[in-house]
């Protein structure tokens, strides 16, 4: 009888002589319960909850940032963004970018014969040299950051931010994106990736579905509005469902279920000040904007028929950043030349044992390089820092969000998420050993990325692009 460890060698070359599709699915602002599999009742996402029932579902799956560039600079490269210089989130005219010299999922693949095809938000700097398709990205269309950082936003300022624009590759189709052209993006973006499979079913592929929703200015197609029964929020996780069902009923059509992982999973957790336009990552602590697992830990969901198991769940740690070495081994492509931080994680997907693998160490950096945690998938130490919360507030409505306190961390504390995955209870002091053992881990990595909080400056941390 053979081996898991030979089963996995055997799938792993085939995948590499008949490299599979990827259709990867990233939604923005997505909380931890915000989609059925996770736990949402008040509306119904039919299709993400087959999609789980297909595939596997991880239920211990964190970004390396609550905050939407560097949780992007992270995903796309397989690097920590502190490791690649892109902090916080982009605004418009940003000065620095995701340096063209490190490599990129759709780079990778297209070296290995992918299709490579973008629609949504990019938020890694918005110079022409910077954008996706300077970037290893055939086509694009979308948005060059986030949907808020609008003039329409009522929020806004007058004269803070220029006209949105809509990209299709190089060329803007649209320099000023209103309201009713925000209502469309979804769709708009699903009718591409749909599109672009018919195109590309006869060779291998790889689509990046970067939806602007459910961040908010929230906007729904008029096809979903009214229809989840639970605001404008419940419809725009429904079309985003919707979305998700046309791309797995593209697939199918095209003969190409069996050739095809699809991942789905979000750039960090809820935005919580807008309350009622915010979704939830209840049963965790905090949302978007802080390393509390409410921030990092956010709902995936990965199918590929006959190759990952179906209806399984998933509750080993891993991250974004793990993504690209894992496609890389499936594709048979070349690893970047530049040291990356993820690894490939293919056992977990595949359900098989980890075998001899090594115990993995994972950090969470902030804004401004600041280290806030370190965590094993069970033990997770958090390091003396401020972070945003609402509090016992009642919950925003009508969009217009509801102001934050800062609170701190005085000292360092530890928590056994296992028994305690709403970080309630600090065991510190219980635990020195592990309190020991988490800190030399982070101190290995303030010395390679730094740290601002402590005034560590790294060894190993790489450029971004600057505007000149």
């Given at each position: 009888?053979?081996?898991?460890?030979?089963?996995?060698?055997?799938?792993?070359?085939?995948?590499?002589?008949?490299?599979?599709?990827?259709?990867?699915?990233?939604?923005?602002?997505?909380?931890?319960?915000?989609?059925?599999?996770?736990?949402?009742?008040?509306?119904?996402?039919?299709?993400?909850?087959?999609?789980?029932?297909?595939?596997?579902?991880?239920?211990?799956?964190?970004?390396?940032?609550?905050?939407?560039?560097?949780?992007?600079?992270?995903?796309?490269?397989?690097?920590?963004?502190?490791?690649?210089?892109?902090?916080?989130?982009?605004?418009?005219?940003?000065?620095?970018?995701?340096?063209?010299?490190?490599?990129?999922?759709?780079?990778?693949?297209?070296?290995?014969?992918?299709?490579?095809?973008?629609?949504?938000?990019?938020?890694?700097?918005?110079?022409?040299?910077?954008?996706?398709?300077?970037?290893?990205?055939d086509e694009w269309l979308g948005l060059p950051y986030s949907n808020d950082m609008w003039p329409h936003h009522p929020e806004a300022k007058p004269g803070s931010y220029p006209k949105l624009p809509l990209f299709d590759g190089e060329r803007i189709v649209d320099d000023d994106v209103t309201p009713d052209d925000q209502r469309t993006l979804t769709t708009r973006y699903t009718e591409r990736a749909v599109a672009f499979i018919e195109r590309n079913k006869e060779r291998p592929f790889f689509f990046y579905l970067a939806h602007n929703m459910p961040h908010v200015p929230l906007f729904v197609s008029d096809k979903f509005a009214g229809k989840s029964g639970a605001g404008l929020f419940g419809d725009v996780i429904q079309e985003i469902d919707w979305s998700v069902g046309e791309v797995l009923a593209a697939l199918k059509k095209h003969g190409l279920d069996e050739r095809t992982l699809v991942i789905f999973t979000s750039d960090?957790?809820?935005?919580?000040?807008?309350?009622?336009?915010?979704?939830?990552?209840?049963?965790?602590?905090?949302?978007?904007?802080?390393?509390?697992?409410?921030?990092?830990?956010?709902?995936?969901?990965?199918?590929?028929?006959?190759?990952?198991?179906?209806?399984?769940?998933?509750?080993?740690?891993?991250?974004?950043?793990?993504?690209?070495?894992?496609?890389?081994?499936?594709?048979?492509?070349?690893?970047?030349?530049?040291?990356?931080?993820?690894?490939?994680?293919?056992?977990?997907?595949?359900?098989?044992?980890?075998?001899?693998?090594?115990?993995?160490?994972?950090?969470?950096?902030?804004?401004?390089?600041?280290?806030?945690?370190?965590?094993?998938?069970?033990?997770?130490?958090?390091?003396?820092?401020?972070?945003?919360?609402?509090?016992?507030?009642?919950?925003?409505?009508?969009?217009?969000?509801?102001?934050?306190?800062?609170?701190?961390?005085?000292?360092?504390?530890?928590?056994?998420?296992?028994?305690?995955?709403?970080?309630?209870?600090?065991?510190?002091?219980?635990?020195?050993?592990?309190?020991?053992?988490?800190?030399?881990?982070?101190?290995?990595?303030?010395?390679?990325?730094?740290?601002?909080?402590?005034?560590?400056?790294?060894?190993?941390?790489?450029?971004?692009?600057?505007?000149?």
């Open positions: 009888m053979k081996t898991p460890a030979i089963l996995l060698a055997l799938a792993v070359t085939l995948a590499a002589q008949q490299p599979p599709n990827v259709v990867l699915i990233f939604c923005d602002d997505l909380g931890y319960a915000d989609i059925g599999p996770f736990g949402a009742t008040a509306y119904s996402t039919p299709n993400l909850d087959r999609m789980a029932k297909e595939g596997r579902r991880f239920t211990n799956f964190h970004v390396p940032s609550a905050v939407c560039s560097a949780s992007r600079a992270a995903l796309l490269t397989g690097c920590y963004h502190s490791r690649v210089g892109v902090h916080g989130a982009l605004g418009p005219g940003a000065k620095t970018g995701l340096n063209p010299s490190e490599t990129t999922i759709a780079e990778m693949l297209k070296a290995r014969g992918y299709a490579t095809g973008m629609a949504g938000k990019w938020h890694l700097g918005d110079r022409a040299e910077w954008l996706p398709v300077a970037q290893g990205f960090n957790g809820p935005w919580l000040s807008y309350g009622e336009h915010a979704g939830s990552a209840l049963p965790l602590r905090e949302g978007k904007g802080t390393s509390w697992e409410g921030g990092t830990r956010v709902p995936c969901i990965m199918r590929w028929p006959g190759k990952v198991p179906a209806g399984r769940e998933g509750r080993d740690m891993a991250m974004t950043i793990d993504i690209l070495p894992t496609l890389a081994a499936l594709a048979g492509a070349k690893l970047p030349e530049a040291k990356i931080d993820g690894r490939n994680r293919w056992n977990d997907l595949a359900g098989l044992p980890a075998g001899d693998a090594p115990t993995r160490d994972y950090a969470t950096w902030y804004a401004n390089n600041e280290l806030h945690s370190v965590t094993d998938g069970r033990w997770k130490l958090m390091f003396p820092a401020a972070y945003r919360t609402l509090g016992e507030q009642p919950k925003a409505k009508n969009g217009i969000p509801a102001k934050y306190r800062q609170a701190k961390i005085g000292q360092p504390q530890l928590f056994d998420l296992d028994a305690d995955i709403g970080e309630k209870t600090d065991v510190a002091a219980q635990h020195a050993d592990i309190v020991s053992r988490l800190t030399g881990y982070a101190n290995t990595m303030r010395a390679e990325l730094g740290d601002s909080l402590t005034k560590t400056k790294g060894s190993a941390n790489r450029e971004p692009a600057r505007a000149r």
